[in-house]
């Protein structure tokens, strides 16, 4: 920047353009690497040289030499915190003739040092040489390595003045290679420059936008600058999802998007190393700040603007991103998760959020937020209608605004029901698949897949959640309980307190919930009790004694005695003739069948069941094949599948 103040203080005649050539110097000591590292600089330029008033700014710190163009007097200072050492060489022209200036410029340097003062020139040309040797760590290592790194850095770094119709002639000189600055900037920055204004609290910022092709930048920024240089950046990727990587035009060719800030804000408060800005914090917004400091405009307001006019500059690209993304995320809703349906047409509040090619969880966690947000927005949405139906003087508004309100809940209630069938869908599915399994492809019995599928065994409906009670695959009516036990012996059950072995597979205890949803071990009389039994597919060997039917009613007959306890005091029952209902799931064998023709069972017509009534124990009981149960759940939610796009035709 020096450079550049330097010539436009010379005024230069029309015929002489200025001029600033940077030359890397490199180690080249370093064997077997193609680039070797960047070790120094040298800034040559035909500006006003140092003359006395500019030598004396120079030895003068804070100096407010350059004060009006965005000086702050420390420029040479941060020299030496990344070089070891600046050799300067000086031409300056003055009423008395050309004069040069040379010295070295280090921790030990002394402004009286006679190697300051001006000698007489040998040419009449101004002009300042400045050679910046020994880049220390860490600054060498964060330096750009490669050339096309150094053009973008110093393109971007400077890319107002390269705006400036009065931008001098800029060139850089590396590896033997002379690099013209203005043109490259010229045809890659300036060919697809935008421009936007914007205020905050009364301070005007622009908003420079550029599409930088994919060989001179690596990722899309905003740029926040000062005095016409970048002083600190944010990655717009953080902001804006869709641009996590390179973005392509309409004609296909790749580019990254860059974004300058800046306003006369920026300018009073940039510090003095121009390494950031004098920000308000949004954070402390709560905190009781002083006055100056609430007066500071966070940088997430300013960010906030610009994001908006960003988004404005790549509409074409971004839509065109948008319209492949909804087509991934509607396969993902139609094929995996229907109960994100009514999202879609909602779908321009959540799109951007989203990568460019997200992910499935990228896509579930996105949709499960804006549900969750939707979902959370109307619960407070009701209660203020709840709240302010006893003041309604417009009832037409009101209705509208009613109606409205209950359209989007039911939407949220249609959300939660696909969410349920689909569940339903799956579990269909796993169990298909473990009745079709060969014999000796099982590592686990059959019956208790199914047992851990309808109720996890050895739990009780105080253990697990109705999301985990699949009892519907048996019997849609089973949903509805108070009590369940899943494969415990009556005596381990902690609603009821007895001596006896008895034991069904699952156990449910039912009352009049329709009235009361208290359970029986909170004093409630028993209304009624199924029992369900799984048996080991592919038995054959049943005695007489082993009707399932029969040992299911055993368990039943225990527990309609009445003389079960809890906590010391006996469970009421509404009757000794309690209704109640066993279901045996079983393979239909040769064996079973005669026993069960034998016990007077009448065949349901698809010849996959049994049926009937035993008056002796007054038991109603259902008998089917596992083939059964699992076709005849698929048939009660086929239309729910259907409707759902969730039927699969193999």
């Known amino acids: 920047m020096n450079s550049l103040q330097a010539i436009k203080e010379a005024k230069l005649p029309a015929n002489t353009p200025g001029r600033v050539r940077i030359e890397v110097s490199r180690n080249h000591d370093e064997l077997g690497i193609d680039t070797p590292t ?166 005007t910022f622009t908003l420079h936008g550029f599409r930088l092709p994919t060989s001179r930048a690596t990722k899309h920024k905003l740029v926040y600058a000062a005095d016409q240089r970048s002083v600190l950046s944010d990655r717009l990727a953080d902001h804006l999802p869709n641009l996590s990587s390179r973005l392509e035009d309409e004609n296909g060719t790749p580019f990254f998007y860059l974004g300058i800030i800046q306003g006369q804000y920026l300018t009073d408060h940039v510090n003095n190393n121009r390494t950031d800005f004098d920000f308000g914090d949004s954070e402390d917004a709560e905190l009781e700040l002083p006055l100056e400091a609430q007066q500071l405009i966070p940088r997430a307001d300013i960010r906030n603007k610009a994001i908006p006019l960003v988004q404005d500059d790549l509409r074409d690209v971004i839509s065109s991103i948008n319209s492949l993304k909804l087509e991934r995320i509607r396969k993902y809703v139609r094929e995996e998760a229907p109960q994100y349906r009514i999202l879609l047409k909602h779908a321009d509040s959540f799109i951007d959020k989203l990568p460019p090619t997200p992910s499935r969880s990228d896509m579930e966690a996105a949709l499960h937020r804006e549900l969750y947000l939707r979902e959370s927005e109307l619960k407070k949405e009701s209660t203020r209608i709840i709240r302010e139906a006893g003041k309604i003087t417009d009832y037409e508004t009101y209705h509208k605004e009613f109606t409205d309100f209950l359209d989007r809940y039911n939407e949220l209630g249609v959300s939660a029901l696909a969410q349920y069938v689909q569940h339903r869908r799956i579990i269909l599915d796993f169990l298909e698949r473990a009745i079709k399994l060969p014999d000796d492809k099982k590592n686990y019995p059959l019956e208790k897949v199914v047992h851990h599928l309808v109720f996890p065994m050895q739990y009780t409906s105080d253990d697990i959640p109705s999301s985990e009670q699949n009892l519907w695959i048996i019997d849609e009516r089973l949903t509805f309980h108070s009590f369940i036990s899943s494969d415990k012996r009556n005596k381990a059950i902690s609603v009821i307190e007895a001596d006896d072995n008895q034991r069904g597979d699952i156990v449910i205890f039912d009352e009049k919930i329709i009235f009361s949803d208290e359970r029986p071990d909170q004093g409630h009389p028993l209304n009624s009790i199924i029992v369900i039994e ?96 699992l076709s005849d759940a698929t048939k009660r939610n086929r239309i729910f599948f259907d409707k759902l796009n969730l039927v699969d035709n193999r």
Request: net charge neutral; proline share 4%; with cysteine.
């Open 534 to 629: 799984f048996k080991q597919p592919g038995r054959t060997k049943y005695n007489g004694d082993e009707n399932p039917v029969l040992q299911a009613a055993k368990v039943i007959n225990a527990i309609r005695s009445g003389k079960y306890k809890h906590k010391g005091r006996k469970i009421p029952i509404a009757s000794a003739e309690i209704p109640a209902m066993v279901f045996v799931v079983a393979d239909l064998t040769p064996r079973l069948r005669q026993i069960l023709i034998d016990f007077n069972a009448t065949p349901t017509p698809d010849q996959q069941g049994f049926y009937g009534y035993h008056a002796n124990h007054k038991v109603y009981y259902e008998v089917m094949d596992y083939t059964k149960m």
């Open 38 to 203: 960047i070790v120094g600089f040298q800034i040559i330029d035909n500006g006003i040289g140092l003359d006395d008033d500019n030598y004396d700014s120079f030895n003068t710190a804070y100096s407010s030499h350059k004060l009006s163009r965005g000086g702050k007097g420390l420029g040479r200072f941060t020299w030496l915190k990344a070089f070891g050492h600046a050799k300067i060489r000086s031409t300056f022209c003055d009423a008395t003739g050309a004069h040069t200036r040379e010295f070295i410029f280090d921790e030990n340097y002394d402004d009286d040092d006679e190697r300051g003062l001006p000698k007489k020139a040998d040419q009449q040309q101004s002009g300042t040489s400045v050679e910046l040797i020994g880049l220390k760590r860490p600054y060498r290592d964060q330096c750009p390595r490669t050339t096309e790194g150094l053009i973008q850095k110093l393109i971007e770094h400077f890319i107002l003045v390269f705006m400036d119709s009065e931008c001098p002639s800029i060139s850089l000189i590396d590896l033997g290679q002379s690099h013209d600055l203005n043109a490259i900037f010229r045809d890659d920055y300036k060919s697809s420059a935008s421009f936007h204004s914007f205020e905050i609290a009364s301070h």
